[in-house]
């Protein structure tokens, strides 16, 4: 079983940028895809990206392509989502998990985007 606690969200300015951390636990992490997901208010939860489990490779969804990068570090057994140029639409909560993702979410962290 995979535990994982998400931190590093909070209010910023459209344009501005900010850094999402994931501090997972569990044997099996350093073997597996991990993500991030989003969800607003309202809506289901989307997938943004992914990253294999070597880091060598990656996938956004199209709404975050070049705005967005996701990478890992398996020594310190966390994934980071570094996000950039963020849009009003942008604000969600967003979680890590793997990929696909287990039955197990964390609480996330809310990301908020506005003037």
């Known amino acids: 079983q995979v535990e994982l606690v998400e931190s590093g969200g909070g209010w910023v300015q459209p344009g501005g940028s900010l850094t999402l951390s994931c501090a997972a636990s569990g044997r099996t992490f350093s073997s597996r895809p991990m993500a991030w997901f989003r969800q607003a208010s309202g809506k289901e939860r989307d997938i943004v990206a992914t990253?294999?489990?070597?880091?060598?490779?990656?996938y956004y969804a199209d709404s975050v392509k070049g705005r967005f990068t996701i990478s890992r570090d398996n020594a310190k057994n966390s994934v980071y989502l570094q996000m950039n140029s963020l849009k009003p639409e942008d604000t969600a909560v967003y979680y890590c998990n793997t990929s696909p993702p287990t039955r197990t979410w964390g609480q996330g962290t809310q990301v908020t985007v506005s003037s």
């Open positions: 990253v294999s489990w070597t880091g060598g490779g990656t």
